[in-house]
């Protein structure tokens, strides 16, 4: 018997097929649930970013979010300056199938697609930052209140950590070249 394996991204009026893995592997909060997801009259926030899966015949078993935020960085001089960036969110597998390599592939196919695209870092928020160090998130900081709140941090998740994704000197002024 041949398995077929797809990474692909999802069209929009497919978001809601990665809701069983979703609360399989993060719970149903019905609150977040309803602001996130949303139903098909009213749309939630998921449906302002976009989702990679790896199907295996036709079943969705991993997948990642990606959610498009501004970055806001503040200058010394004042002022401040706002660029675009990925928060990666939702990185899941199925349980019974961990530990096969395939949330390393579906990342590998959204951190190709995003540097394709011409974004300079993307970032997340994970229980355990070591997971993605291999992949190159190794850039931690500490979130404030108001980023916690607008990036759907589950409580006790204070840091974020992000993988630059191409030369920085060629994608972001010299006032955050450093930032960390």
Same mark, same amino acid.
């Given at each position: 018997?041949?398995? +077929? &394996?797809?990474?692909?991204?999802? @069209?929009? +009026? @497919?978001?809601?097929?990665?809701?069983?893995? &979703? @609360?399989?592997?993060?719970?149903? #909060?019905? $609150?977040?649930?309803?602001?996130?997801?949303? #139903? +098909? *009259?009213?749309? $939630?926030?998921?449906?302002?970013?976009?989702?990679?899966?790896? @199907?295996?015949?036709?079943?969705?078993?991993?997948? !990642?979010?990606?959610?498009?935020?501004? *970055? !806001? %960085?503040?200058?010394? *001089? $004042?002022? +401040?300056?706002?660029?675009?960036?990925? %928060?990666?969110? $939702?990185?899941?597998?199925?349980?019974?199938?961990?530990?096969?390599? %395939?949330?390393?592939?579906?990342?590998? &196919?959204?951190?190709?697609?995003?540097?394709?695209?011409? *974004?300079?870092?993307? &970032?997340?928020?994970?229980?355990?930052? #070591?997971?993605?160090?291999?992949?190159?998130?190794?850039y931690d900081w500490k979130l404030s209140d108001r980023e916690l709140e607008l990036l759907y941090a589950d409580d006790g998740l204070e840091d974020a950590t992000a993988c630059v994704l191409c030369d920085m000197e060629m994608k972001v002024p010299d006032e955050i070249r450093d930032c960390k």
């Amino acid at each position: 018997m041949t398995v +077929e &394996f797809m990474i692909r991204f999802l @069209e929009k +009026e @497919e978001y809601f097929l990665t809701i069983p893995l &979703f @609360e399989a592997c993060f719970g149903s #909060d019905p $609150g977040f649930m309803r602001d996130y997801y949303g #139903d +098909e *009259a009213h749309p $939630g926030d998921v449906f302002n970013g976009r989702i990679a899966v790896k @199907e295996e015949d036709g079943r969705i078993v991993s997948m !990642v979010h990606l959610k498009p935020v501004t *970055a !806001v %960085y503040r200058k010394d *001089a $004042g002022g +401040e300056l706002k660029l675009p960036v990925t %928060y990666i969110m $939702g990185v899941s597998t199925l349980p019974d199938l961990r530990h096969r390599g %395939y949330m390393d592939e579906v990342m590998g &196919f959204v951190m190709d697609a995003l540097q394709s695209e011409g *974004a300079g870092w993307c &970032f997340l928020i994970a229980v355990n930052k #070591d997971i993605y160090r291999h992949l190159g998130f190794v850039y931690d900081w500490k979130l404030s209140d108001r980023e916690l709140e607008l990036l759907y941090a589950d409580d006790g998740l204070e840091d974020a950590t992000a993988c630059v994704l191409c030369d920085m000197e060629m994608k972001v002024p010299d006032e955050i070249r450093d930032c960390k």
